[in-house]
């Protein structure tokens, strides 16, 4: 099942930007802010890695490969997160999923179905 929904890829040229939105809509998420939330990307022939991820109090960590370029925040009381990417390359491109991790119980772990996000000229 899909328990989240990303939206916000697409295709942008090199040093393009993009915003990606992760909504968590089902009942499961009545208590968003435990969640530690983060964005994952898979490029095709590559095992999926994390990209962002923020904590339940705010914390945020980045992969050195976007380090300075992304951002990544929340809002709990909409259940969204959001991940914005600027000055974007090629390697960035891959399916970006969104994942939620409970603080308090990280065998609940969520994921949604994706969104494809292309940095072409």
């Known amino acids: 099942q899909v328990y989240l929904v990303e939206s916000g890829g697409g295709l942008v040229p090199p040093g393009g930007s993009l915003r990606l939105s992760c909504a968590a809509p089902r009942s499961i998420f009545s208590v968003f ?28 960590n980045f992969a050195d490969s976007v380090k300075g370029r992304f951002t990544i ?42 969104t494809q996000v292309t940095v072409s000229a």
């Open 73 to 114: 925040s929340r809002n709990n009381s909409r259940k969204t997160v959001w991940l914005q990417m600027n000055n974007l390359k090629p390697e960035d491109t891959g399916v970006y999923y969104c994942n939620a991790v409970n603080r308090d119980n990280s065998a609940q772990s969520y994921w949604g179905q994706g």
């Open 33 to 60: 802010s435990v969640h530690d939330m983060a964005w994952y990307r898979q490029a095709p022939g590559k095992e999926r890695e994390l990209v962002a991820r923020i904590t339940s109090a705010g914390g945020t």
